[in-house]
């Protein structure tokens, strides 16, 4: 059936809640009062869920060709390798690692809530989030759980389709939450991801990809751990309500400020379709403010006590103004030391190598941290930009899986014992190996080759080796301690606890190194 005759069989039972069905981006704020409530899953109603249930089953029971059906609306965020024809406009055009991709999701949730709302019935529909900040509802809504709702996905982990909470360390809210600049040109730093110049580039996750998107992926695993699959589980939705929220939160508390100012950013137009199958547009500057979108959320967590810096004569305005990606033409990636693991699989078991640079990879190491002459390059209006400077990281090469295993991994320098193995807050935390960031491409359909293709995991270590440093806790061989990060037991847990996956996805690794980037 096409989209047009679909879209006439549809018009006539919709046509009652036309108001609340406005397609066209301009009209969307339009859809609902300011005073629309997205609430948290844990605080819905039963007849609140049944309409939630009722419409996803409508939506899977749509042909696939059909804008409003589940695989069809699944697809705009990604599709598998071997998709069967054809490709549709928008299919496999999700923005990760890039400074779209919070107002990309924010503008996907809009119009798979207006589908929702059509097919269930009632225009009134809200989305709910999933609070995984609070260690109290870390687990899955419960009608998630249940085999017999459309919810339910059996391709979860087998511990979190059992009830059991995401690992705690899959969330890092603080680390989020204090950053103070919304993207950089540069790798590692701000809440909306790198700086690219154009909307099929994937640079570096930012921190909250980083800090909590990504891992909660990966701590569900199954379809939700690959971008090609993820929007294919119901729980995806609540996940990214949840990370628009976290946004909404952070603007909040600067007031609206700290956003880029770039037209590519704020004009960069987005195909989506909606309840009628028609398609639309969204840009970056229509998805700013989510009272003028006519929601908010039932409540927003705390904020820390922070200092912000703002650029002189831009109030609001982020520090660096032109879009730079990668590294500058001086820097040069050294490999200072290498290493082949005790073993080839990355297990429940901590994995440990010894890392030993030779004498100019030791004093590399010395430099980082240390005052440099800044390398300048020329930006918008002549004004000059400071390039990035000398960086360490931990490389994991030659990664290999099946498929999303369903946990994530946490790298550690010179970790005394397990008990010092905190995540984002302890001294020796470098970084985390996630799973989902590794699985596909974005923002394109650039979809990876069938099979177990071999992967590289980039850990920046830097700051580690300069905190290290100053505790005096930096000697000159660095220990790397991999760890595994999976679903946690419940206290308390009513019956039998849930057995662990008898044959859990295998992981592979090849060498570990360090990697030394500077001029």
């Not at 598998?80 to 406009?89: D, K, Q, R, T």
């Not at 207006?114 to 609070?134: E, H, N, V």
Request: charged residues 15%.
């Amino acid at each position: 059936m096409s989209l047009d005759r679909f879209a006439l069989s549809r018009r006539a039972w919709l046509s009652s809640a036309a108001g609340a069905l406005v397609l066209l981006p301009g009209q969307m704020a339009r859809a609902q009062a300011p005073s629309a409530i997205r609430k948290n899953a844990y605080d819905l109603t039963d007849l609140e869920w049944t309409t939630f249930e009722r419409g996803v089953a409508a939506m899977k029971r749509i042909p696939k060709q059909a804008a409003p059906s589940w695989d069809f609306q699944a697809n705009m965020h990604g599709y598998p390798p071997g998709e069967p024809g054809p490709i549709l406009a928008g299919w496999h055009t999700c923005q990760h690692g890039n400074w779209w991709f919070l107002p990309w999701h924010r503008a996907y949730l809009l119009y798979f809530e207006k589908i929702i709302r059509a097919y269930s019935g009632d225009p009134g529909f809200m989305l709910p989030y999933w609070d995984w900040t609070r260690p109290d509802q870390q687990s899955l809504p419960a009608r998630f759980l249940n085999p017999d709702s459309p919810l339910y996905d059996g391709s979860r982990a087998s511990e979190i389709n059992g009830g059991w909470p995401i690992n705690e360390n899959a969330v890092s809210w603080p680390v989020v939450a204090g950053q103070t600049t919304f993207s950089t040109p540069t790798k590692g730093s701000g809440i909306g991801s790198q700086r690219v110049t154009s909307s099929g580039d994937e640079g570096s996750h930012g921190a909250m990809e980083t800090y909590c998107h990504d891992l909660v992926h990966d701590s569900i695993g199954g379809q939700m751990g690959n971008p090609d699959t993820a929007a294919r589980d119901p729980i995806f939705w609540l996940h990214h309500a949840n990370v628009d929220r976290l946004w909404s939160a952070w603007l909040r508390a600067r007031g609206g400020a700290f956003l880029p100012r770039e037209a590519i950013w704020l004009n960069t137009p987005f195909l989506f379709y909606g309840p009628l199958g028609r398609s639309g547009y969204m840009t970056t500057a229509q998805l700013l403010n989510t009272e003028t979108l006519g929601y908010r959320y039932q409540d927003y967590p705390a904020m820390p006590t922070m200092v912000i810096a703002m650029v002189p004569g831009a109030p609001g305005q982020d520090a660096t103004p032109v879009p730079v990606v990668g590294a500058s033409p001086q820097e040069k990636k050294i490999t200072i030391a290498s290493a082949l693991p005790p073993r080839a699989e990355l297990t429940s078991e901590p994995l440990t190598v010894m890392l030993t640079p030779d004498a100019p990879g030791k004093a590399r190491i010395g430099s980082l941290g240390m005052p440099m002459a800044k390398a300048l390059i020329p930006g918008e209006g002549g004004a000059a930009i400071p390039v990035e400077g000398a960086t360490l990281q931990i490389v994991i090469d030659d990664i290999r899986f099946d498929q999303s295993p369903g946990r994530f991994y946490e790298a550690y320098i010179n970790l005394p014992g397990q008990a010092d193995a905190g995540g984002p807050g302890s001294l020796y935390f470098a970084g985390s190996i996630s799973f989902f960031s590794l699985s596909a491409s974005h923002g394109g359909g650039h979809v990876m080759g069938d099979g177990p293709a071999s992967k590289s995991a980039v850990i920046d270590a830097t700051e580690a080796v300069v905190r290290l440093r100053a505790a005096g806790k930096l000697v000159d061989d660095l220990k790397v301690t991999l760890i595994e990060r999976s679903a946690r037991p419940r206290r308390n847990i009513v019956g039998a606890p849930v057995q662990a996956q008898l044959h859990p996805p295998r992981v592979t690794i090849g060498a570990i190194r360090l990697q030394y980037s500077g001029g």
